[in-house]
């Protein structure tokens, strides 16, 4: 059963906590993007890699960071220097020769 | 600024009938994309269309693209309460592919 995987569905984070949402996948896909999604609003771009050791940052990356040690893994941290972090997360992947992405399920990060 | 904005925000629409949605956009694209998200879920592709092409079909859905507009519109035909999502449009352009989505139309069929 191919596909993209994202954990926890529900992540919470208390103030100064570092918190880190997994993504995987078993496409065999090199390139992998981290998105976060704000009520009424569209996907923004936090971070991409379009091949593993490598990532980029994307439109809103302060206060995140990301690792790229495994082709099928990106995971993201939420840094307790992301002063909003409530959101919904998407984690996508690409083949290289196609432009159509894939999409996890969604990491919704909640602040207590 | 977003490159892909669609119209309208919201449509509201009963079981039977079509559903049209548009997305704008701003700076010459490659290839333009429809995505529809189920509530709290991922997004799911339903079509891609290249800057070469003026009109796709697929099943239920046809999405045209008027690059002298700058435009592109993705109808529904015969809608369907399963239907009942947010669709996003998302703009490809360059070499480097990251597409760049718009807010999104929210779509409620009614049964």
């Known amino acids: 059963d191919g596909g993209i995987t994202q954990s926890p569905k529900y992540l919470f984070r208390k103030e100064g906590q570092n918190v880190t949402l997994s993504c995987e996948q078993n496409?065999?896909?090199?390139?992998m993007y981290w998105y976060r999604q704000d009520p009424g609003q569209g996907l923004r771009l936090i971070y991409y890699?379009?091949?593993?050791?490598?990532?980029q940052k994307g439109d809103i990356a302060e206060g995140y960071s990301v690792s790229r040690e495994k082709k099928e893994s990106f995971p993201l941290t939420v840094t307790s220097a992301q002063k909003n972090p409530t959101a919904f997360y998407l984690c996508a992947s690409r083949a290289t020769s196609e432009e159509t992405q894939y999409f996890g399920p969604g990491t919704r990060l909640l602040v207590l | 600024s977003q490159q892909g904005e669609e119209d309208p925000q919201a449509l509201s629409i009963q079981e039977g009938e079509n559903a049209t949605m548009n997305c704008s956009y701003k700076?010459?694209?490659?290839?333009l994309q429809w995505y529809r998200q189920n509530s709290g879920r991922g997004l799911v592709h339903l079509i891609l269309i290249r800057s070469n092409e003026r009109e796709k079909h697929s099943g239920r859905l046809r999405v045209t693209l008027d690059t002298s507009k700058k435009s592109s519109s993705l109808l529904i035909t015969a809608s369907r309460a399963a239907d009942t999502a947010s669709y996003f449009c998302?703009?490809?352009?360059?070499?480097?592919?990251?597409?760049?989505f718009g807010r999104g139309t929210s779509l409620i069929v009614h049964p």
């Open positions: 998302a703009t490809g352009s360059g070499g480097s592919y990251i597409p760049t």
């Open positions: 890699s379009q091949i593993v050791n490598d990532f």
């Open positions: 700076t010459s694209i490659n290839n």
């Open positions: 496409l065999n896909h090199d390139a």
